[in-house]
T-cell receptor, first 113, second 117 residues
Framework: DTEVTQTPKHLVMGMTNKKSLKCEQHMGHRAMYWYKQKAKKPPELMFVYSYEKLSINESVPSRFSPECPNSSLLNLHLHALQPEDSALYLC????????????FGPGTRLTVT | KQEVTQIPAALSVPEGENLVLNCSFTDSAIYNLQWFRQDPGKGLTSLLLIQSSQREQTSGRLNASLDKSSGRSTLYIAASQPGDSATYLCAVTPRGAGGTSYGKLTFGQGTILTVHP
């Protein structure tokens, strides 16, 4: 099973709302990632967690707050977002964060109004 | 800074044709190269991963090659089908100093493939 699941599939939120995106994998992978993808562009890395610790933060604004409660779960907490944050948010995982194949989830389509 | 380029940006072929997608990268210091496909509005599906020490990988009708010294990879699709229509992305994992690039895929802009019946 090489499945990464993400919930919700779609999310519409106002600029004052607080919401969370959830990602889950049961492949025993110890690296998990958040990417942001705008239309007709490749994914852009936001965060990398390795063994439940944040190892890379690509200078993402603090209105995005990642959390890795355990080795199977990855959350992205959203607060006070801007309309330009509307995008497809993708989660991925890999066995480790070193030269291993990354598996992506289906994404959450986020619209900020 | 590593840059990845994919040519062509778009390709339209009739069903049954064999085709080649190209990917080039500017810095040969990489751990691996991965090919993905993405259907509109969906996530990425991993197709093939080639480690830096490998020359090619095959999966079904797909064959990917890697020439690290020249900074090139190709994805060969045999006997194309309408179901192959998607955006194809290549990505490299750069070999950064001190391990700081672990997990940091650098993507190309993608090739939009349309296979018409």
């Amino acid at each position: 099973d090489t499945e990464v699941t993400q919930t919700p599939k779609h999310l519409v939120m106002g600029m004052t709302n607080k919401k969370s995106l959830k990602c889950e994998q049961h492949m025993g992978h110890r690296a998990m990632y958040w990417y942001k993808q705008k239309a007709k562009k490749p994914p852009e890395l936001m965060f990398v967690y390795s063994y439940e610790k944040l190892s890379i933060n690509e200078s993402v604004p603090s209105r995005f707050s990642p959390e890795c409660p355990n080795s199977s779960l990855l959350n992205l907490h959203l607060h006070a977002l801007q309309p330009e944050d509307s995008a497809l948010y993708l989660c991925a995982s890999s066995r480790t964060d070193r030269r291993d194949e990354q598996y992506f989830g289906p994404g959450t389509r986020l619209t900020v109004t | 800074k590593q840059e990845v380029t994919q040519i062509p940006a778009a390709l339209s072929v009739p069903e049954g044709e064999n085709l080649v997608l190209n990917c080039s990268f500017t810095d040969s210091a990489i751990y691996n190269l991965q090919w993905f496909r993405q259907d509109p509005g969906k996530g990425l599906t991993s197709l093939l991963l080639i480690q830096s020490s490998q020359r090619e990988q095959t999966s079904g009708r797909l064959n990917a090659s890697l020439d690290k010294s020249s900074g090139r990879s190709t994805l060969y699709i045999a006997a194309s089908q309408p179901g192959d229509s998607a955006t194809y992305l290549c990505a490299v994992t750069p070999r950064g100093a001190g391990g700081t690039s672990y997990g940091k895929l650098t993507f190309g802009q993608g090739t939009i493939l349309t296979v018409h019946p």
